[in-house]
């Protein structure tokens, strides 16, 4: 399950990312069609630097105790629950046989 998680903050992680590299293609390519001045395209690069540096900052690690309430609001069957679950379909297929 902790893999599962690691892979979703990679992911996120890589879409932040991949979103930046994008927005400055984007500015780079406005300035090569004219569409904007190089001061203009300096200044939305260095806006842009800072909304993510700021996002970044904003951004707190999540705490064990963080991670099992976000586990308990999922609302996942417990392996005691699948096991027990499991017992009682085992009777109920022994008894229909």
């Given at each position: ?35 904007l001045s ?24 999540l705490t ?34």
């Amino acid at each position: 399950m902790i893999n599962e998680f690691k892979k979703i903050l990679l992911a996120g992680l890589g879409a932040a990312a991949y979103t930046y590299e994008k927005s400055e293609n984007l500015i780079k390519e406005l300035i090569e069609k004219g569409k904007l001045s190089i001061e203009e395209g300096k200044e939305l690069s260095e806006e842009l630097k800072r909304n993510v540096k700021t996002k970044a900052q904003e951004i707190k690690p999540l705490t064990k105790d963080d991670f099992v309430s976000i586990l308990k609001d999922l609302n996942l069957a417990t392996k005691d629950e699948i096991s027990q679950l499991n017992e009682r379909i085992s009777k109920l297929e022994e008894k229909n046989q």
